[in-house]
């Protein structure tokens, strides 16, 4: 033991408490099948609620400033189109054939042929 240990006074013993299911003379532990009651000691839930709308507008105002003035939307857009296009295109018959069936089974989307570079 520490020749510390006796200058910090002593905490007192708790009380027993008897809803402990060890206390003496607590009561018999709760049945599944029955409700627990009511406990006028705890406070009722609370609705909890974050409005994120100003941080939204923030970060969309940080998006559309990374992206520049200069940027356009339509033009971005037909880019990647063409490039989806091109990434289909002039593929061997066996390539078709599957590429083909992914487009059946909507795992690619649909819009170009897969038959022809982009203009």
């Given amino acids: 033991m520490s ?6 006074p002593r905490l007192p013993e708790p009380p027993e408490r008897p809803d402990r299911a060890d206390a003496p003379g607590a009561a018999a532990p709760a049945r599944p ?10 406070a009722a839930p609370v609705d909890f609620a974050v409005d994120l709308t100003g941080h939204e507008m ?3 105002t940080h998006v559309m400033a990374a992206l520049g003035p200069d940027w356009d939307p339509v033009s ?14 002039g593929l061997s018959p066996e390539q078709q054939r599957l590429y083909d069936e992914l487009v059946a089974a909507g795992v690619l989307p649909g819009g170009g042929t897969g038959h022809r570079a982009a203009s």
């Fill in 76 to 89: 971005a857009l037909r880019g990647e189109e063409e490039a989806y296009a091109l990434l289909y295109s």
């Fill in 33 to 42: 099948d029955r409700a627990a009651p009511a406990r006028p000691d705890r």
């Fill in 58 to 60: 923030l970060r969309r």
């Fill in 3 to 8: 020749p510390h240990a006796s200058s910090f």
